[in-house]
């Protein structure tokens, strides 16, 4: 069974960084598409970026180049490294493995981020 626990979520000011991490359990970490996901409160859980196992990503068009999300296949990690925030980026953000042969999925429990103004 694969669990996955985001951390480095907080309270930051408009214009500040973060990096949040996702450590996954298991041994198929480095052969799973890794997302990340964010909502915000009374909205839709919503893409933020993708990384596939041979390091191709993907990311939503909203975020103007903000966010780069990245993997650490020797630590079962995946990273996204948030820059610029504004406000409109406070969510939970949770992250997501899609393991490639089987296409079974598994989420974390997310972490809060919150910008202020």
């Known amino acids: 069974q694969v669990q996955l626990v985001e951390s480095g979520g907080g309270l930051v000011q408009a214009g500040g960084s973060l990096r949040l991490s996702c450590a996954a359990s298991?041994?198929?970490?480095?052969?799973?598409?890794m997302d990340w996901y964010r909502q915000a409160p009374g909205k839709q859980r919503e893409l933020v970026a993708t990384?596939?196992?041979?390091?191709?990503?993907n990311y939503a068009d909203y975020l103007k180049g903000r966010f780069t999300i990245s993997r650490d296949n020797a630590k079962n990690t995946v990273y996204l490294q948030m820059n610029s925030l504004s406000p409109e980026d406070t969510a939970v953000y949770f992250c997501?493995?899609?393991?490639?042969?089987?296409?079974?999925?598994?989420w974390g429990q997310g972490t809060q981020v919150t910008v202020s103004s």
């Open positions: 990384i596939t196992s041979s390091g191709t990503t």
């Open positions: 997501r493995m899609v393991v490639d042969m089987t296409l079974r999925n598994y």
């Open positions: 298991g041994s198929v970490f480095s052969s799973a598409r």
